[in-house]
């Protein structure tokens, strides 16, 4: 059973607008954290944003912030005043177990290719 | 602080041959993970190491093999390539002693294509 589903291949939003990428996970572990990464053209893994699975508040970094809901099992990334600079593959990522135990093992979803238009 | 650097940047073997790529860990960062990246898709765990020895496998097939050495930077060996290797390969460095769980840290990669 796939754990992590990103169920839009592509998004495309004008520039300056909010857009929301959509993320579901399945887990039984009680403890495990979510991850949002940014991968432009370059190839590399850039971090954005990190949930935990005990956290009270959602997250937010900038204008980037997580929609949290643990009892339906989603995780989506709402962007903010969308930038140009914003086009690029976003991939949501999930850590089972503590990171004392579990280490670095992400799991990656098929990720979203994000277009932002001027 | 310098960033994960990977080596090299881009590759090409022909199917049956050996491949290294290597990594350097971000510094203060003690533990690396590689990751296969087929085109289109997401990122695939292949395993991660910490102290020198591998503490933790994905599905892939004793042909990938990796090493770590004493300044924690890490080579990912592959040996009898098929075409199905062609990827872009990851890594990532971490740090057990970081208090924060976003404390990933990703080099650019290694695009292997395999003919």
């Known amino acids: 059973a796939q754990k992590i589903t990103q169920t839009q291949p592509g998004m495309f939003v004008q520039e300056k607008e909010a857009v929301t990428l959509d993320c579901t996970y399945d887990?039984?572990?009680?403890?495990?954290?979510l991850f949002w990464y940014k991968q432009p053209s370059s190839g590399e893994m850039i971090f954005l944003i990190y949930q935990g699975s005990y956290d009270q508040q959602n997250a937010t970094e900038g204008r980037y912030s997580l929609n949290f809901q643990k009892a339906r099992k989603s995780a989506n990334l709402v962007i903010s005043a969308s930038q140009l600079g914003d086009s690029a593959m976003y991939f949501c990522?999930?850590?089972?177990?503590?990171?004392?135990?579990?280490?670095?093992?992400?799991?990656f979803g098929e990720g979203t290719q994000l277009t932002v238009n001027p | 602080e310098t960033g994960v650097t990977q080596s090299p940047t881009h590759l090409i073997k022909t199917r049956g041959q050996q491949v290294t790529l290597r990594c350097s860990s971000q510094s203060g960062h003690n533990t690396v993970s590689w990751y296969q990246q087929a085109l289109g898709q997401g990122p695939q765990f292949i395993f991660q190491?910490?102290?020198?020895?591998?503490?933790g496998r994905g599905n892939f097939p004793p042909r990938f093999s990796g090493l770590q050495f004493p300044n924690y930077s890490s080579e990912l060996n592959v040996n009898a390539l098929e075409l199905d290797d062609s990827a872009l390969y990851l890594c990532?460095?971490?740090?057990?002693?970081?208090?924060?769980?976003?404390?990933?840290?990703f080099g650019s990669g290694t695009r292997l294509t395999v003919v």
């Open positions: 990522a999930m850590r089972e177990g503590l990171r004392e135990t579990s280490g670095s093992r992400l799991t």
């Open positions: 887990t039984s572990d009680p403890s495990y954290g």
């Open positions: 190491y910490y102290r020198e020895e591998e503490n």
């Open positions: 990532a460095s971490s740090s057990t002693w970081d208090r924060g769980d976003y404390g990933y840290t």
